[in-house]
């Protein structure tokens, strides 16, 4: 009988920020490029120098006491969890250009909400995929909270969001999408 299989420190699932089950990975074109250069960029430029490396720091004897050894096998553990990473995302990714639906007045995926709270404070956010969004640039998961509520709404609706402190009236402002390139 097998033992079933524990957790190592290299298991990339931990790192998996969460999909819903049976989700598809929706990115936009430009995430999904950001993502794409980055696995590129570690494939064929950080890996091989961090390769040489080590290969050098191997060819200096003892490696139980090498810290460019020891250091750089460390971060060729994490170029690769990183590059399994990436690959696994973008090879489940969906792309969705959200220019099509511009003009349009609905929140769709790839939208710019401006909505405003029962308190009048306003904010803006933009959703965007699992991989992709920064909240620091106001940019919300599709599968965040705020982005399931404004979803499939309207400029106008007022909605319901579930916070922890309570059920939060907020409405909808503006819906904008870039323009089609």
Do not use: C
């Not at 524990?6 to 490029?33: I, K, V």
């Not at 405003?116 to 306003?122: C, F, H, P, V």
Request: glycine share 8%; hydrophobic share 40%.
């Amino acid at each position: 009988m097998n033992a079933p299989a524990t957790p190592s420190e290299d298991d990339e699932d931990l790192a998996l920020p969460a999909l819903p089950a049976g989700a598809r990975n929706y990115m936009t074109p430009a995430g999904y490029d950001r993502l794409r250069a980055e696995l590129l960029g570690l494939i064929d430029d950080e890996r091989p120098k961090v390769v040489e490396i080590v290969h050098w720091a191997a060819s200096n004897g003892d490696r139980s006491e090498n810290g460019d050894y020891l250091y750089g096998k460390k971060r060729l553990r994490e170029i690769d969890r990183r590059i399994r990473f990436l690959t696994r995302r973008l090879e489940m990714a969906e792309v969705v250009n959200p220019s099509v639906h511009h003009g349009r007045d609905q929140v769709f995926f790839g939208a710019t909400v401006t909505y405003t709270e029962a308190l009048g404070q306003e904010r803006t956010v933009t959703i965007m995929g699992i991989d992709e969004a920064d909240s620091l640039q106001g940019q919300v998961s599709w599968v965040s909270p705020i982005a399931r509520t404004l979803l499939k709404s309207r400029e106008g609706d007022v909605l319901k969001l579930p916070t922890p402190a309570g059920v939060l009236e907020i409405e909808v402002l503006q819906v904008s999408y870039p323009a089609p390139a």
